[in-house]
């Protein structure tokens, strides 16, 4: 009885590693370059074609055989993705979009998290390139124009989540000057004029281009830079904190605040209660992001919605497009303010 069993097993593994792409083919009555195409997800195949392909490779228990893959094909079926921290909801929400992006294309994430780290760019790069990944997809960063054509020479490279001038056709963002005017735009038609800012870590690129934003609103409004109500902070929570704290005690006076992101707010709005200071009767707080805690807490944040998880879809696909010399483009991803109730209008 076992003896037989055991036949039947042997019978079953010897039939499911000899499967080829033609029995596939044959189960589900398409052409073997259907069947291709369908494994490789490189093209658009009609819906039940397609769902005859898959129901072959199941009823035969066909696993494809990625190495041999590469091998025929002369790619790795393997792309790099350099992050700045997966830890930040922001930057964790555009890696899941690239996870999703790549999904059915046959290719295997091989993700390095720089820490916000400038220093481990190069290197970074330099090992996944020596892994033989078939394409590069930066996430943030503030490498130059010029370093990404350099790398861009060895291998298909997208910048996500950052504007890179110079490298606009295969940088996939969203606006973040816009989304500095936007927020401070929204707190001055609730009449306030006494706006803190509270800056994103220094240097880097999208900190610097929501200042700028900011700034540009107040001057349309006619509202004069103060320098006592801005401060140089970071991306996080503790920046909030300090930041708030530190305004009170040197006696600044503010009625609203801009956060670099949805952190900086969080710890921002924790600093206020522990003032004693009511959240939007005192002062109001806009923030950038709008990750899931956002509308929890107390009051709801009212925030810039950046389409991060869409930001990652777009990059990974535009990045297979890259590989495969198909032409692409993609759709424009916007900025939203999210109005909550975090904001009221200014009385004096």
């Known amino acids: 009885m076992m003896e037989r069993k055991n036949q039947r097993l042997q019978t079953v593994e010897s039939v499911r590693d000899g499967v080829t792409i033609e029995d596939i083919a044959k189960r589900a009555n398409v052409s073997k370059s259907t069947v291709s195409r369908v494994l490789n997800g490189s093209a658009v195949v009609n819906h039940q074609k397609q769902a005859a392909v ?13 190495f041999a893959q590469g091998l025929a094909s002369g790619k790795s079926m393997t792309l790099g993705i350099l992050t700045q921290n997966i830890g930040s909801p922001f930057y964790d929400s555009v890696a899941q979009g690239v996870i999703e992006g790549l999904a059915g294309s046959g290719y295997t994430p091989t993700v390095i998290d720089r820490r916000y780290e ?21 996430v943030g960063g503030d490498m130059s124009a010029s370093e990404l054509q350099s790398y861009n020479k060895q291998l298909p490279i997208i910048v996500a989540a950052r504007e890179v001038k110079g490298f606009e056709g295969q940088s996939v963002s969203v606006n973040n000057k816009k989304i500095g005017y936007l927020a401070a735009k929204h707190l001055l038609e609730k009449q306030h004029t ?30 004069s830079r103060s320098d006592d109500l801005v ?44 003032r004693g200071i009511s959240v939007p009767g005192d002062v109001s707080i806009i923030g950038c992001d709008d990750q899931v805690e956002a509308a929890f807490m107390t009051p709801p944040l009212t925030t810039m919605r950046q389409p991060s998880y869409e930001m990652g879809v777009v990059a990974s696909r535009v990045l297979l497009s890259l590989i495969r010399k198909e032409d692409y483009k993609w759709p424009e991803l916007a900025p939203e303010l999210q109005i909550r109730e975090s904001v009221k209008r200014f009385t004096s």
């Open 54 to 66: 898959h129901q072959a490779v199941i009823d035969l228990d066909y696993t494809p055989n990625m």
């Open 118 to 138: 400038q220093t481990k760019d190069a290197a970074s790069i330099e090992t996944l390139i020596s892994r033989k990944v078939d394409g590069l997809l930066i």
């Open 231 to 274: 401060y140089q902070g970071d991306f996080s929570g503790h920046a909030g904190l300090m930041a708030v704290n530190n305004l009170l005690d040197q006696g600044v006076f503010f009625s609203a605040i801009v956060a670099a992101n949805d952190l900086v707010a969080f710890g921002a709005r924790l600093a206020l209660y522990r």
């Open 194 to 223: 006494r706006i803190a800012f509270i800056h994103g870590t220094e240097g880097h690129p999208d900190a610097r281009d929501r200042f700028a934003g900011h700034l540009e609103a107040l001057e349309e409004a006619g509202i």
